[in-house]
Every structure is written in structure tokens, then in C-alpha cells.
């Protein structure tokens, strides 16, 4: 029931070498957005590294409350491929990639920014790649290029699709480890912290056996300050007893200054209008397929 | 059984079941909610349902038989049928107190909000059309009733 990384993805600064790991793609893109938007806003150079392209990249970020465009159009961001980056002809070298990422560390410096935020999806080496047996290599290389340096690396590693035994080897070579901070997880249901928007996740179906971790993870964003989310997007079913104590947070949370926003489906957004939850002041309802 | 809507009484067959539909006579207790939940769902749907409405059904069976896992036996028995007209979901608990510190009453008298204790039925009395609920020796039985052809 308590946060499960060694940090915060909110908490990564420079010569950081982080090894994210996620469940799901909600999960990532959500940690992924808080990495950027934190850079972004101390006016560091951005690059995100995926199979996700540009567009889509910044469809996700904006979702989040992260608007990218303008800084994809001053190139304070990149959002791209691994081609020609990280792989060249579908071939991984260590090497190659660790003199990409030197390359980026320069030109940073030449375009006068104070430092550099890099995240990689490292999902490219779950495909058939030649040379994946570099990849501790590249993990070690990264580390001896980011020494005394003003970057920070945030290398992204899906806990369902990598074995143990290759997250253990590269594991080593990062100085952090970073995951959503969850407060509750099985097969039926997931309440992880979300930071961009900063609140909390809940994706599955929630009873009153599930209360306990319910407060806590409500109690947490509201000890956090601002605004809070309470993202339900994914959440299937919520009783009585769950609705409740989210309202209850919702209505001693919500006021002129700060606003507390309930998404969800609309069965759920149901539940929570039938208490009185909609058109209170400092509280927003928003159901799905609702702007 | 004194309940205002026993079996015997909201479930006469005078009207066919929608094709498809089979009833529903399933045991439940604090670990098989979710199960108890997604046969609900399953067989509201079968029974022509729309989306919104499988949701109610599902929430007022989950209310009630949560009623019966923390203030009851711990388990007891869920079972859904028609009469053609309506759709019953029934909840009985072999204990004597499942639903006993909630009020013996019908759908209209509705507990009034803010109520947290009781708030799962309170849920079911705004969600379906009619709730009863029966005390009796074998325990106590809570019967909500939803009709077939949106309102």
C-alpha cells in the first residue's frame, strides 16, 4: 500500500539515470508526461523516443494537460523513432546509441539549454533486433555519459514484456528506479497515483473490500495540493460505500481555488450526480465521450 | 417469509421470459462478489437490458449482497428471474441479521441522503422500480424489481 519506487518520477533531476518500469500504456504515457511537462517547464531540451510518432506523442501529452506543440515547433522538444537513434537498419550497437546520446548532449549545450531530458521507450528491444545483447552496454554507457553532466535519462521498461532476468541486468546500471507510486493491485483492480494530471488512477472494479487503499491514495493527492484528478476512465464498476468516499474527498477538497475533477464512464458519473456531486462549486463531473 | 415481494409472488410466470434469458441462482460470499457481479451482468443482458440499465441491476446486487457479506451471514444466495414484464433480483441471506438495522419498508420511502449506513440500500430503493425486503426464520430476503421495457 505504499509507494513501490525508490523516487518519484517528479523528483528526477540531473545525472539521473532512471529505469522506469510500467504496467500498461496509460501508466507509461502518464509517468511520460510528468517527465516532459517537469522538464519542459525548467526549460531544459526534451527528447522522447518511441514507436508512438510525433502526432500521436502530442496528442497523448496534451491529454495530460501537457501542450507540446510549441515547444516541438522551438525544437525545445523531439519526440521520434528509434531509427537512425537508437537502432540503425533494426541493428542495435551500444556504442552507436551511446554516441547518439553524446550527440544530443552537445548540441543542448550548443543550443543554450541548461540541460537535457531524454526518455526511451525501451520497447524496441523486445522485437527481433540484432545486437540486443549489448543492451547492459549501452545501459553502462549511458550512466558514464550522463556523469557530471546536466541530463537525465529515463529509460522505460514494461514489467509484463521484459523478462526478470534482462531487467535485472540492466537494472544495475541505473542509480533510480521509478514506477507509479501503488496503492493498491490485482487482477480486478489497480488505484496507482497519476501525475500529469496529478491525482489518482483507478482502473478495474471497486467494492467497499477495497476502502482502505481508496483513502489512502484520496488522502495522499489531497495532501499533494492543487488540483486533483480522479481519473475512472478505465473503472468498469464502484459501489456505494467507494463512491461515497470519493465524493466525501471531492466536497472537502473542491472550492473556488481549487478544483477537483471526477472522469468516468457514465454509468459511474451516475452514481456520483445521484448524491448531488454535479454543479458544486469546485467540482467537475466529466463523463466519457464529455469535453 | 413476510416479504412483500417473495418469490413466490413477483416471480409468477405469467408472461414468457425474453429468449435467451435463463434464470439465475448463484451463491455468494465476501470473495466471489465480483463473480456474483459479472453473472449479473450477464444474464441483465440476456435479458435485453441496455447498457445503462445492466448497471443498476449489477450495483443494486452488488448493494444487496454486500449488505449481506459485512451486516449478515457472510454469504447467502443471488437469484435473478422475469415474468416477462420485469426483471426480480433477489438476495437472500441464511442469517437473521442481514438486513436487519435497515428499515422493513418498500421502494417509496426512501431513507433520506446523507446516510451512509444503509447507503447501499438506499441506492437500491432510488435505482429500482420496487425493493422489498422479508424477514423470516431461514433469514431475511431483499427482492428489487426492474422493468423490461425502458421507462
Known amino acids: ?291 | 417469509m413476510t416479504g412483500r415481494e417473495g418469490r413466490s409472488q413477483g416471480g409468477a410466470a405469467n408472461g414468457a421470459a425474453p429468449a435467451g434469458f435463463t434464470p439465475l441462482d448463484q451463491a455468494f460470499d465476501a470473495d466471489s462478489l465480483y463473480a456474483l457481479r459479472a453473472a449479473v451482468a450477464a444474464h441483465a443482458a440476456a435479458a435485453g437490458l441496455g447498457r445503462s440499465q445492466v448497471y443498476d441491476v449489477t450495483a443494486v446486487a452488488h448493494e444487496l449482497a454486500a449488505n449481506a457479506v459485512v451486516h449478515g451471514a457472510g454469504h447467502g444466495r443471488v437469484r435473478l428471474w422475469t415474468d416477462g414484464d420485469f426483471l426480480y433480483c433477489q438476495v437472500s441471506d441464511d442469517g437473521r441479521d442481514g438486513f436487519a438495522n435497515q428499515p422493513s419498508t418498500s421502494g417509496d420511502g426512501a431513507a433520506p441522503w446523507p446516510a451512509e449506513h444503509g447507503h447501499g440500500l438506499w441506492l437500491a430503493r432510488q435505482v429500482a422500480d420496487h425493493v422489498g425486503i422479508g424477514h423470516g426464520p431461514s433469514g431475511t430476503t431483499a427482492t428489487a424489481r426492474f422493468p423490461l421495457t425502458p421507462r
Open chain 1, 1 to 291: 500500500m505504499t509507494a513501490n519506487a525508490d523516487v518519484q518520477v517528479t523528483e528526477l533531476g540531473a545525472e539521473d539515470h532512471a529505469c522506469l518500469t510500467f504496467g500498461e500504456s496509460e501508466e507509461l504515457f502518464d509517468l511520460t508526461a510528468a517527465f516532459v511537462r517537469d522538464g519542459l517547464s525548467a526549460g531544459l531540451k526534451v527528447v522522447w523516443l518511441s514507436d508512438v510518432g510525433p502526432g500521436l506523442a502530442a496528442g497523448e501529452l496534451g491529454r495530460r494537460g501537457v501542450p507540446v506543440e510549441p515547444a516541438l515547433a522551438r525544437e525545445q522538444m523531439t519526440a521520434a523513432g528509434w531509427e537512425g537513434r537508437l537502432l540503425t537498419g533494426q541493428a542495435f550497437r551500444a556504442s552507436a546509441a551511446v554516441g547518439w546520446l553524446a550527440g544530443e548532449l552537445e548540441s543542448c549545450g550548443r543550443q543554450g539549454f541548461p540541460g537535457l531530458r531524454v526518455a526511451l521507450d525501451m520497447s524496441w528491444a523486445l522485437r527481433p533486433v540484432a545486437g540486443i545483447e549489448e543492451l547492459p552496454e549501452f545501459e553502462e554507457g549511458i550512466a558514464a555519459a550522463l556523469d557530471g553532466s546536466t541530463a537525465a535519462v529515463l529509460c522505460q521498461y514494461d514489467r509484463e514484456r521484459f523478462d526478470p532476468v534482462t531487467l535485472a541486468s540492466v537494472g544495475g546500471f541505473h542509480t533510480r528506479a521509478v514506477a507509479a507510486a501503488t496503492y493498491h493491485a490485482d487482477a480486478l483492480l489497480r488505484i496507482c497515483r497519476q501525475y500529469a494530471p496529478p491525482g489518482i488512477r483507478i482502473a478495474g472494479e471497486l467494492d467497499f473490500q477495497a476502502a482502505e487503499p481508496l483513502a489512502l491514495a484520496l488522502a495522499e493527492a489531497v495532501r499533494l495540493g492543487g488540483d486533483i484528478t480522479v481519473n475512472m476512465s478505465a473503472l468498469a464498476f464502484i459501489d456505494a460505500r467507494c463512491t461515497l468516499l470519493i465524493a466525501d474527498a471531492a466536497r472537502a477538497a473542491g472550492s473556488q481555488s481549487r478544483v477537483v475533477t471526477l472522469r468516468c464512464q457514465p454509468e459511474v458519473a451516475k452514481g456520483f450526480a445521484r448524491i448531488g456531486l454535479a454543479g458544486l462549486p469546485g467540482i467537475r463531473l466529466v463523463a466519457a465521450g464529455d469535453r
